[in-house]
C-alpha cells in the first residue's frame, strides 16, 4: 500500500483540481476527495476517471499538530486536553493513569496524537483519543471497547495507525475496569455516554477533526473494529447511523444486553451458593472440560484437542457421574461429580427460557468452553502470580453489576432474594442506555455498500457463541433468508460473513491444553501479544489472515471474504516463538441434517437407560455391554479368533502380510523365474491402445465403525476387540449410521472436486461368504454421495511422457461402505476370522476409464493418496494398508493416425494392489498378456485376477461364469442421508492445502526439486514435510538471532533442510530396518513422526540446531552427521546440540593453507595413474576437465587428513592450485 504525506494547505488541493478540470467524485464516507489519496481506489461503482497526482516529494509535512489548529476549529462543546508530536518508532497514551489500558503503545508510525474532551450532557462528558499519521492512506478508523471499562483504548488504536488510518477510540465517559459499573449508579446520561453516544460522538468529531487535519479532505473510506463490548458498540452503530462505517469488523458481540446480563447472573446462581451439593468447584471444571475433549474431540474426524465441531457432538455429562462407593481422596480434587453438579452443568449448556412466556432468554453456553466459566460467568477473580481463579461466592459482576447499578441503581440489591425472569422484562422495557443491539434489518447499511465481518470463538466462556449464531440468523430471516430450505442466504451473505474460530476463547487466546489458532487481527489480538505489534505478527498486511486488512479489500476491491486462516505460536502469547498452528475457521453456521430421526432414536436402544443423547457419545461407554454381548454368540472359549471351522488348531505367529509379500517377492527374484525382459518403452505398444479405470479403497480417519459406535481397530490390535452386536450380524441388532464418518467422506470427495449429492442412500450387496456375518456388504451403488469430480494430474506426478504437461481424468462417483472381516489361513482347511474390521468406514472412489498409460495410473493412485492426508480423510497410505486398489484393463487396437478400432475391449479386474511400483507392474503384466492372447486368436474373458509383488504375470482368481449376482437392493433398515449445503461450504472452507499448492509452494519458494517436493509430501503419511517446516521455521529463526541474511527464495538453507529432511534422516530409518545398526539402535522404531511434524527421537529443533553450525560452517559435514546419529541414540543430553558440540570438542578448526598444501602433497604421492588422467586433459588428448578424479583426491584429503579439520571446499582449492603447479612444471 502506498501512503502519501497531506498537503500543507487546502488551497493547492483545490488549485490541483482545477488545473486538472478534473470532477471531484463524492467520497463514500464524506463529501469530497483529493489528489493525495492515490493508494485508494474508486468505489467499484464508479466510472470516474483517476485524478492525477503530483510527485511525492513535492508533499509537504502538515504543521497542522499543534493545540492553536486544534482549539481552532473544535465546537463549543468540546475541550481540547492534549496534543502531541509522536516521532517514528514512538509511544503515546496515559500509562496507569488509563485504568483498564494502562499500557501505552510502542514502535508507532509518525503521528499527532489528540485527546478531546466533550460535554454530553449537564451531568456527563467523554474523552477520545485520535490518532493522526503523517503518512495518511485516506481511511478512518474507530476501535470499541471491552466489559464496562471506560478509558481511551490507546493499545487498540495502534494497529490502524500502521496501515496509514487516522484512528479514533472514546473512554465512553468514565475511567474504570471492564467489571466496574459503579460509576453507572443513579447516572442516566453516563449510562447512554457507555451505551452509544460517546463512540458516536467521537466518530462524528473525530472525523471532522480528520478532515481538517488533512487539510479539509474527507476521508475516502472509514472502517470499526472492536470484540464484546467493542463488538457491540459497532452493531448498534451501523444500526442506528448506517452512514458511519463502510466496513465493520465485529467480534464476540454483547449485542442483547438487557438479556446478557441477566442471563450471566442466572448462570452464576445455578452453581451457588457454593456450600450445596450441586456446586461445581473450578478443579472439578477442568475435569468435565477433559471429558468434553474425550467425547467431542473426534466430532469433526481429526484428534487434535480442539472441538471444531461442538454442534456435531451430543455430550453425555452421565459419563461423569461419581460410582455410588467413590470416595474422594483426601486432599486431592474428585474425579467425577455427583448427580446435582452434573445437573448444574447441564443447565449451564442448556439454552434459558423465560419461566412464564417460554421465551428465550439467551442460549447456552457452547460445549469446550469450559476453561473461562471461573471468570466469565462464576464471578471468579484471577490471580496472576498462581495462575489460578478464586470464587468469590457471588455471581460474576458483569451481571450483578448490570442488575444494582444499571437497572435498579441499588448498590445492595439482593439477588438471592429478588432475582427472576422478570428482571429481564425490567431489562427490557428500560434497556438502561439504550445498550441494546437488536435490529436484524440493517438495510441501510447494505444499500450504501457497507461491509460486515463478524467472528466468535467456539470456546467463549463469557459471551455464549450461540447468541451471535442467533443474531446472524435473525438477520438471514430479516433478509428474506429460509433457515429450513437455505434459499435467499445470498441476500445477507453478499454483505456479511460469519466465522467462528474453534478453540478461541472471549475475544483472544486459548486454554493452554487446546492451543487452537485464534488470532486473525481482530480487536484487542495485537495489543495482548505485545505494545509494539500490529496485525497478525508475521503476517502484517496478509488479507488471508488479517481479517481487517480483508474487511479493507473486500470494501475498496470488492474482494469477496471467503475464509481468514487463524493463527497460534508455541509459547502462548510470544510471537518470536514461532508459529504453532494455523487453521481455516468455518463461516456461516447454518442448521446441518445428517440422517432421519428415526435413525437417532434407534440409537439409543443400544445404551442403557434408553439415553438418546448418549447414542453419539464415545464407543468406550459401551464396550463393557458388548463384550457381555459377545461372549454369548463368539463360537470359541480359548481365543479372541472366531473359527470358521471346526478344527481347533491354535494360530501360528504369522508375519504382516506386507511381509510376506515381499519375502515372496525376494524367493521369485533369487530363484530367477518368471523373469521377462521389459520393453525399453513400456507405456506404449505400437497398434494397440491400452485403457485403465481404478477403484480405490480408503479407510476413513474416523473413531467410530460405520454403522456401529465400537471403535475402529488399528491393524495391530488383538483380533475382536472392536466389535458390536452389528458387526456380528446378532439377532435384533440393527445399523445406526454414524455421523462424523460422514466429515472426512465430506472432505475427501471434495477435495477431488466432486459434487456433494443433497441426499444418498444405502443399499445392500449381496453375497454368501464367512467374511461379512450378515451375508450382504452395505455399500452406495445406486445413489452415492458423491459424483462428477477430477483429479489434475501434472508431469512432476509422474505421469507417462505421453499424457505431456499434464492430465485431468474424471472420477464417477464416491461412495462410502463398510469392510469385511480379516481372514487369516491356517493349515489344511482352517480359515482364521477377526470381525474388528467388519464395518470399518471406507470410501470407494470410481474413476473414468480414461487412463491410457500405466505410469500415468501409477501416478493418481499416489496423488489420490496424497490428496486424502492433505485433508485428513484417510488413517494410513498404499504401502501401509489403509488404501488399497483395484484396476480394470482392457486393449484394443489402433489403426491409422491413432485413432482406436472399435468399442473397448473386455475388461479384467485387478485384484488388491497394494503399492504404486504394484499398479504400474500389474497393468503393464495384463496389457502385455491381453494383447499376447488377441494376437494368438484367443479371447479375453471377463474375470478377476490377482498379481504378486516380483511377478510379471496375472493370475486368474474368478471367472465370469463364478460371479456372484449381488442383488443389489435398498437398505431398509437406513434411511437417506440428507447433507446440509451449509455443512458442504464449511468444509470447502476449512480444507487443509492440498498438494499442487504444496508442492508449488515447496518448488517455487525454496526451490526444491519436483523430486524431493513429492518425497517430502509422500513420507510419514504427509507428517515430513510439516517436520521440513519445523525445521526451516527453527533453522530460519536461528540464522536471523544470529544477525544472517535469511533470502526468501531458492534459498541454500532450504534446499539444506530438505536434503537432511529426506536423505539424511532416511539413513536413520535404513539402517533401523536392516539392522545394521542394530546393537546401538536396539528398540527404536523409525522416527516416530507425529501428524504435527515432530519427531520424538530426532526433534526439528535439533536438527535445525545441526543445520545451523553447518549452515555457518562451524562443524564439518561428517561431524554433522555424528551429531545427528548421536541425537538419534539419546546421547545429546537435554536436546542441547551445541552444548553437546562444545563439551566433546567438536567444532571445526579448518587447516590453515600451509597445512592443506602440505597434505595435498602427502595425498598425490603413489597417485601416478590419477595425475596422469590430468596430464592428458592438460595436453588435449582429454575434453572434459577429470572432475572425478579431483574430487577423489578430496575425498582421500578428507579420509587422511585431521578429523574435523579438512573442509570439501577448501581442500578442492588448495589441490587445484598444486595440481596447476604440478602441470606447468
Not at 455464549?464 to 451473505?493: C, M, Q, S, V, W
Not at 509494539?532 to 476491491?557: F, H, I, M, Q, T
Not at 560452517?1113 to 551445541?1138: C, F, M, N
Request: charged share 20%.
Amino acid at each position: 500500500m502506498t501512503r502519501i504525506t497531506a498537503s500543507i494547505t487546502g488551497l493547492v488541493v483545490a488549485l490541483a483540481i482545477v488545473i486538472q478540470g478534473v470532477t471531484v467524485p463524492s467520497g463514500r464516507s464524506g463529501s469530497g476527495t483529493g489528489w493525495w489519496k492515490r493508494d485508494i481506489p474508486p468505489p467499484a461503482s464508479s466510472s470516474a476517471a483517476p485524478i492525477p497526482t503530483p510527485p511525492l516529494d513535492q508533499i509537504p509535512t502538515p504543521p497542522n499538530c499543534n493545540k492553536v489548529f486544534f482549539t481552532n476549529i473544535l465546537p463549543p462543546e468540546a475541550r481540547l486536553e492534549n496534543v502531541t508530536v509522536v516521532p517514528e518508532g514512538g509511544s503515546h497514551g496515559e500509562g496507569k493513569r488509563n485504568i483498564p489500558y494502562p499500557t501505552d503503545p510502542t514502535n508507532l508510525p509518525a503521528l499527532c496524537a489528540v485527546t478531546v474532551n466533550v460535554t454530553s450532557s449537564p451531568s456527563s462528558s467523554y474523552r477520545f483519543g485520535l490518532f493522526l499519521p503523517t503518512e495518511w492512506s485516506g481511511r478512518f478508523l474507530a476501535v470499541g471497547n471491552g466489559g464496562f471499562a471506560g478509558g481511551i483504548n490507546w493499545l487498540d488504536m495502534a494497529p490502524g495507525t500502521h496501515y496509514g488510518m487516522a484512528t479514533v477510540s472514546s473512554d465512553l465517559g468514565h475511567n474504570s475496569s471492564a467489571i466496574d459499573t459503579s460509576w453507572a449508579i443513579n447516572q442516566p446520561e453516563k449510562k447512554l455516554d457507555w451505551g452509544w453516544r460517546a463512540l458516536h460522538g467521537s466518530v462524528v468529531l473525530g472525523k471532522k477533526l480528520t478532515a481538517a487535519y488533512y487539510d479539509g479532505c474527507d476521508m475516502f473510506y472509514s472502517y470499526y473494529s472492536g470484540c464484546s463490548t467493542g463488538g457491540r458498540q459497532g452493531l448498534r452503530e451501523i444500526q442506528e447511523f448506517p452512514d458511519s462505517f463502510d466496513g465493520v469488523l465485529v467480534g464476540a458481540p454483547a449485542w442483547w444486553t438487557s438479556h446478557l446480563n441477566n442471563y450471566i447472573t442466572q448462570l452464576g446462581m445455578y452453581n451457588l451458593p457454593n456450600n450445596t451439593d450441586s456446586y461445581v468447584s473450578n478443579d472439578l471444571l477442568k475435569v468435565v472440560a477433559q471429558e468434553v475433549v474425550r467425547q467431542c474431540d473426534l466430532a469433526d474426524g481429526v484428534e487434535d484437542g480442539i472441538i471444531q465441531r461442538p454442534d456435531l457432538c451430543e455430550f453425555n455429562s452421565s459419563l461423569l457421574l461419581c460410582p455410588s462407593n467413590y470416595t474422594a481422596p483426601e486432599n486431592a480434587t474428585a474425579t467425577c461429580l455427583t448427580q446435582p453438579q452434573i445437573e448444574t452443568i447441564e443447565k449451564i449448556y442448556s439454552s434459558h427460557h423465560h419461566a412464564s412466556t417460554e421465551e428465550l432468554i439467551y442460549p447456552g453456553l457452547t460445549i469446550g468452553s469450559e476453561a473461562q466459566w471461573p471468570v466469565g460467568i462464576f464471578g471468579g477473580i484471577p490471580n496472576k502470580t498462581t495462575n489460578t481463579t478464586s470464587n468469590n461466592g457471588m455471581p460474576s459482576p458483569y451481571g450483578l453489576g448490570y442488575q444494582r447499578n444499571f437497572l435498579f441503581d441499588n448498590a445492595t440489591w439482593n439477588y438471592t432474594a429478588l432475582y427472576s425472569d422478570s428482571v429481564v422484562d425490567l431489562a427490557d422495557r428500560l434497556d438502561p442506555g439504550r445498550a441494546t443491539a437488536d435490529k436484524y434489518d440493517i438495510s441501510a447499511f447494505k444499500a450504501r455498500g457497507g461491509k460486515m465481518i463478524l467472528y466468535h470463538g467456539l470456546a467463549d466462556g463469557l459471551v455464549p457463541t450461540k447468541g451471535t449464531e442467533l443474531y446472524y440468523n435473525r438477520t438471514i430471516r430479516a433478509f428474506g433468508g429460509d433457515l429450513t430450505t437455505l434459499h435467499n442466504l445470498r441476500n445477507t451473505t453478499e454483505f456479511f460473513k460469519f466465522f467462528q474460530i474453534p478453540g478461541m476463547q472471549h475475544c483472544w487466546a486459548s486454554p493452554p491444553q487446546v492451543d487452537a489458532p485464534w488470532n486473525i487481527g481482530g480487536a484487542f489480538q495485537a495489543g495482548v501479544m505485545g505494545s509494539g505489534l500490529y496485525s497478525v505478527p508475521g503476517y502484517e498486511g496478509r488479507e488471508e489472515y488479517d481479517a481487517l486488512v480483508a474487511l479493507r479489500k473486500w470494501v475498496e476491491e470488492g474482494k469477496e471474504v471467503k475464509q481468514l486462516v487463524a493463527t497460534s505460536w508455541r509459547e502462548g502469547l510470544n510471537a518470536s516463538s514461532g508459529v504453532r498452528r494455523q487453521r481455516k475457521p468455518a463461516t456461516s453456521p447454518l442448521p446441518v441434517v445428517f440422517g432421519t430421526a428415526r435413525a437417532r432414536a434407534r440409537a439409543a436402544t443400544l445404551l442403557p437407560g434408553n439415553n438418546a443423547r448418549a447414542a453419539l457419545g464415545p464407543s468406550r461407554q459401551l464396550q463393557p455391554r458388548l463384550q457381555q454381548q459377545q461372549a454369548r454368540y463368539l463360537t470359541t472359549e480359548t481365543t479372541p479368533l472366531a473359527a470358521a471351522s471346526t478344527t481347533t488348531t491354535p494360530p501360528p505367529p504369522a508375519a504382516p502380510f506386507r511381509k510376506q509379500l515381499k519375502e515372496q517377492a525376494k524367493a521369485l527374484k533369487k530363484s530367477g523365474a518368471n523373469k521377462k525382459k521389459k520393453s525399453s518403452d513400456n507405456q506404449t505398444v505400437p497398434g494397440w491402445e491400452l485403457t485403465v479405470g481404478i477403484e480405490i479403497h480408503a479407510q476413513l480417519n474416523t473413531s467410530h465403525k460405520l454403522f456401529s459406535p465400537a471403535a475402529v481397530t488399528s491393524f495391530n490390535d488383538s483380533p475382536n476387540t472392536h466389535v458390536a452386536p452389528f458387526d456380528l450380524a446378532l439377532p435384533g441388532s440393527q445399523p445406526l449410521f454414524q455421523p462424523a464418518t460422514l466429515v472426512p467422506a465430506i472432505r475427501a470427495a471434495l477435495a477431488l472436486n466432486c459434487a456433494i449429492q443433497p441426499v444418498s442412500r444405502f443399499d445392500r450387496k449381496h453375497y454368501f461368504h464367512w467374511d461379512q456375518p450378515a451375508g450382504y456388504q452395505i455399500t452406495q451403488f445406486y445413489e452415492p454421495f458423491a459424483r462428477d469430480g477430477y483429479i489434475t494430474l501434472y508431469a512432476r506426478d509422474g505421469i507417462a511422457a505421453e499424457d505431456g504437461e499434464q492430465i485431468q481424468i474424471g472420477v464417477k462417483q464416491v461412495q462410502m461402505e463398510q469392510d469385511t472381516a480379516k481372514t487369516i489361513a491356517q493349515p489344511g482347511e482352517v480359515q482364521w476370522l477377526d470381525f474388528n474390521r467388519v464395518g470399518v468406514p471406507l470410501i470407494e472412489i470410481i474413476t473414468l476409464p480414461e487412463i491410457h498409460h500405466p505410469a500415468t495410473a501409477a501416478a493418481l493412485v499416489r496423488k489420490v493418496q496424497m490428496v486424502l492426508g492433505s485433508v485428513d480423510a484417510c488413517v494410513s497410505g498404499l504401502e501401509e494398508g489403509g488404501l488399497r486398489a483395484d484396476v480394470n484393463v482392457s486393449v484394443r487396437k489402433v489403426g491409422e493416425g491413432g485413432k482406436p478400432i472399435g468399442e473397448l475391449g473386455q475388461r479384467t479386474e485387478i485384484k488388491n494392489l497394494s503399492s504404486f511400483k504394484a499398479v504400474e507392474d500389474a497393468i503393464i503384466a495384463e496389457r502385455d498378456r491381453q494383447i499376447s492372447l488377441i494376437e494368438s486368436g484367443g479371447k479375453v474373458l471377463g474375470e478377476t485376477r490377482g498379481w504378486s509383488l516380483g511377478s510379471t504375470e496375472t493370475r486368474r482368481l474368478r471367472g465370469k461364469e463364478g460371479e456372484v449376482d449381488y442383488r443389489y437392493m435398498p437398505d431398509p433398515d437406513l434411511g437417506p442421508v440428507v447433507i446440509g449445503q451449509d455443512l458442504v461450504q464449511r468444509l470447502k472452507e476449512t480444507m487443509g492445502i492440498l498438494p499442487d499448492e504444496e508442492a508449488d509452494g515447496l518448488m517455487g519458494r525454496y526451490g526444491l526439486s519436483a523430486k524431493d517436493a513429492l518425497a517430502l509430501m509422500l513420507l510419514d503419511g504427509g507428517a515430513r514435510v510439516q517436520y521440513f517446516y519445523n525445521v526451516l521455521d527453527s533453522l530460519e529463526e536461528r540464522l536471523a538471532g544470529e544477525g544472517q541474511a535469511v533470502p526468501e527464495k531458492g534459498a541454500e538453507h532450504a534446499t539444506l533442510a530438505a536434503n537432511w529432511c529426506l536423505h539424511e534422516l532416511g539413513k536413520l530409518t535404513d539402517s533401523v530396518s536392516s539392522g545394521s545398526e542394530s546393537s546401538s539402535l536396539e528398540g527404536l522404531e523409525g522416527l516416530q513422526m507425529t501428524p504435527q511434524g515432530e519427531s520424538p527421537l530426532v526433534p526439528s529443533s535439533s536438527l535445525a540446531s545441526i543445520l545451523f553450525h553447518l549452515h555457518s560452517r562451524t562443524i564439518t559435514a561428517k561431524v554433522a552427521k555424528d551429531l545427528l546419529w548421536a541425537v538419534y541414540r539419546g546421547e545429546v543430553p537435554d536436546q542441547d546440540v551445541t552444548g553437546y558440540i562444545d563439551t566433546n570438542n567438536l567444532w571445526f578448526k579448518e587447516l590453515s593453507e600451509q597445512e592443506y598444501t602440505k597434505l595435498a602433497d602427502e595425498v598425490l604421492q603413489g597417485e601416478g595413474k590419477v595425475l596422469g588422467e590430468f596430464k592428458k586433459w592438460k595436453e588435449g588428448k582429454m575434453k572434459a576437465y577429470p572432475q572425478g578424479k579431483l574430487m577423489y583426491l578430496v575425498g582421500k584429503m578428507m579420509r587422511e587428513g585431521p578429523e574435523g579439520r579438512v573442509e570439501a571446499s577448501g581442500a578442492e582449492k588448495v589441490l587445484r592450485g598444486v595440481l596447476e603447479r604440478f602441470l606447468e612444471g
